[in-house]
């Protein structure tokens, strides 16, 4: 779960999964799963792979990554009973910090911006920690749907509000 810098001649293979909130796009590099997107339209989720790599390769290998995608798809729709999938890691130190303190809230539990924040080791705002959270590429790998405004509500999500609210409900928060 270390990151891993990103390289010219990196490449990363995905392929698609079907889950209960919608179409899972998994990407994989040779140190891990490196972005799961979700939404509707695959064409706009190979889009957006492209987008979030610009540098890297991107192929289509469905076959390959079969078990990767089944693994994926059983995290989506359990997301309570987690994962101990590799990751590739790529982002700031904030982001990183962020995104280690997301993987420590337990399923079924939620935490507000500000209190994430305070447990980070370095300084950080409620809203660095938002855009943390918005950078993640990492769908519920990387559990940022289980952050809430100040007020307990339910805020953005890089893949709709929606699909937030049915992780959280997945995991049987009140």
């Known amino acids: 779960?270390?990151?891993?810098?990103?390289?010219?001649?990196?490449?990363?293979?995905?392929?698609?999964?079907?889950?209960?909130i919608?179409?899972?796009?998994?990407?994989?590099?040779?140190?891990?799963v490196a972005a799961i997107f979700l939404g509707d339209d695959r064409?706009?989720?190979r889009r957006e792979l492209v987008e979030a790599f610009p540098t890297a390769c991107v192929a289509e290998d469905q076959a390959a990554?079969?078990?990767?995608?089944a693994e994926v798809v059983a995290l989506?729709?359990?997301?309570?009973?987690?994962?101990?999938?590799?990751?590739?890691?790529r982002g700031s130190a904030l982001e990183l910090a962020v995104w280690e303190a997301l993987r420590a809230i337990p399923s079924g539990e939620t935490r507000t911006y500000?209190?994430?924040?305070?447990t980070l080791p370095m300084a950080a705002t409620a809203q660095e920690v938002g855009a943390a959270c918005a950078a993640n590429v990492l769908a519920v790998a990387i559990p940022c749907h289980r952050v809430v405004k100040a007020d307990g509500s339910i805020s953005g999500y890089r893949?709709?509000?929606?699909?937030?609210?049915?992780l959280i409900n997945m995991e049987g928060v009140a």
């Open 1 to 20: 779960m270390s990151a891993m810098p990103t390289a010219a001649a990196d490449t990363l293979r995905f392929g698609y999964g079907e889950t209960r």
């Open 22 to 32: 919608g179409t899972a796009l998994v990407a994989r590099s040779d140190h891990g």
């Open 43 to 45: 064409a706009r989720l």
């Open 65 to 69: 990554l079969g078990g990767t995608v």
């Open 76 to 89: 989506v729709d359990a997301p309570q009973l987690g994962s101990n999938l590799p990751l590739d890691l």
């Open 114 to 118: 500000g209190a994430l924040a305070k």
């Open 159 to 166: 893949w709709g509000v929606q699909r937030k609210r049915r």
